[in-house]
């Protein structure tokens, strides 16, 4: 018995279909993880350098506070009152008691202003905060997006 006359062969097609639909994952998957990347470097700010700074990986749910060399509180691009950050982080701490904060400020900035923000997350029980910095061959200023 030889089945193979029976059976019709077509010849081999481009699939669009699927291949429109890797295209739009790709899309959506960098235009989603720039969205997020870019409120890092949301500010001018110039990051002090440290000799013995390690590197770490994001943690998921982190805060980045952003203090620029006016000694304003940023996050997400939306400046914050000493009074407002303070609500937004026991909010956050009630839900989540090792909430982390990253703390970036500005080379320039005032140590009382940093020291402020440290205090307002201390008075919301916060106790997980690390510190930005900038290896001393990096470029220590982060450009706007």
Known sequence: MNFRKHVSTEPMS?????????MMFLLTFFLLTWSLGR???????RLPTAEEAEIS?????EILI???REGEVLINRRLHSS????????RLTADFPDQAVI??????????????????CK?????????????????ALVPDP
């Not at 990986?57 to 749910?61: E, F, K, L, N, Q």
């Not at 009074?83 to 026991?90: N, S």
Request: no cysteine.
């Open 14 to 22: 481009l699939q669009l279909a699927p291949f429109i639909d890797v």
């Open 66 to 68: 952003n203090v620029n």
């Open 39 to 45: 409120y890092e470097a949301e500010l001018s700010i």
């Open 123 to 139: 008075a919301a029980n916060v106790w997980n905060i690390a510190f930005v910095t900038a290896a001393p061959g990096e470029p």
């Open 103 to 120: 703390l970036r400020a500005d080379a320039e900035t005032s140590y009382q202003d940093v020291i402020r923000v440290i205090d307002v």
């Open 57 to 61: 990986r994001a943690m998921p749910g």
């Open 83 to 90: 009074d407002q950050l303070r609500t937004l982080l026991t």
